[in-house]
């Protein structure tokens, strides 16, 4: 069974501060993606990578930024924390495949409060 | 274009009864349609999903309907129970080739079932 995990259910940091989020994932897939969850607002994808290195912006990109060094790991950074991105932040990953219907593995969230 | 739109935002049955959410896409590029199914504390997982090919996909009490000139697509959970109380969401992809997979996820809807 693929296994996505991400390393705090809860975080609790102040504004300003530099906030690092982490993802493993055990699968060897190639596409890692970094999403915010918010109520009435559904997934809104923040970041993605399909390599090493490699990471392209999503919808709301504005204030994250990512890091992949490594194939299993995928990072979240907020550079400097603000209240507006208190939320639910969610991992996954997947295959990188000729066509797109390999399922999205999600881990089970980081709840991140700034105060 | 891009967005997928769901609905009802919220929803509650009771037991035993089928419980119907609906999803409308605009983009005719999209050819994967997946539902994902997320309880508390939990992150989404795979329920079941389509290809545009076939109107209709059973496994087990859930069914996708799928109406390719409507552009829409709609999840029947048949015979509903407690546990099936969660959020689902529906969601959309494309091939691309060398596809990075990338869903586009609706706003999700809260189910309750009542005993």
């Known amino acids: 069974d693929v296994k996505v995990t991400q390393s705090s259910r809860y975080l609790v940091k102040r504004t300003g501060e530099k906030v690092f989020l982490e993802c493993v994932q055990d699968m060897d897939h190639e596409n890692m993606f970094w999403y915010r969850q918010d109520p009435g607002l559904g997934l809104r994808l923040i970041y993605f990578?399909?390599?090493?290195?490699?990471?392209e912006k999503g919808d709301i990109p504005e204030g994250y930024s990512v890091s992949r060094e490594k194939k299993e790991r995928f990072s979240l950074i907020l550079e400097s924390a603000s209240t507006n991105q208190t939320s639910m932040y969610l991992c996954?990953?997947?295959?990188?495949?000729?066509?797109?219907?390999?399922?999205?593995?999600f881990g089970d969230g980081t709840r991140l409060s700034i105060l | 274009q891009q967005q997928v739109k769901q609905s009802p935002q919220s929803l509650i049955v009771q037991k035993g009864g089928i419980s119907i959410i609906n999803c409308a896409y605009e983009?005719?590029?999209?050819?994967?349609f997946p539902w994902y199914q997320q309880f508390p504390g939990k992150g989404p997982a795979l329920l079941i999903a389509i290809r545009p090919d076939v109107s209709e996909k059973k496994e087990g009490r859930f069914t996708i309907s799928f109406n390719k000139s409507a552009k829409q697509f709609s999840l029947h959970i048949m015979d509903s129970q407690p546990g099936d109380s969660a959020t689902y969401f529906c969601a959309a992809s494309m091939d691309y080739g060398g596809s990075q997979g990338n869903l586009i996820f609706g706003k999700g809807t809260k189910l309750s079932v009542k005993p």
């Open positions: 996954a990953s997947s295959l990188r495949a000729v066509r797109s219907n390999q399922p999205q593995h």
């Open positions: 990578s399909y390599d090493v290195k490699m990471k």
């Open positions: 983009n005719t590029a999209f050819d994967y």
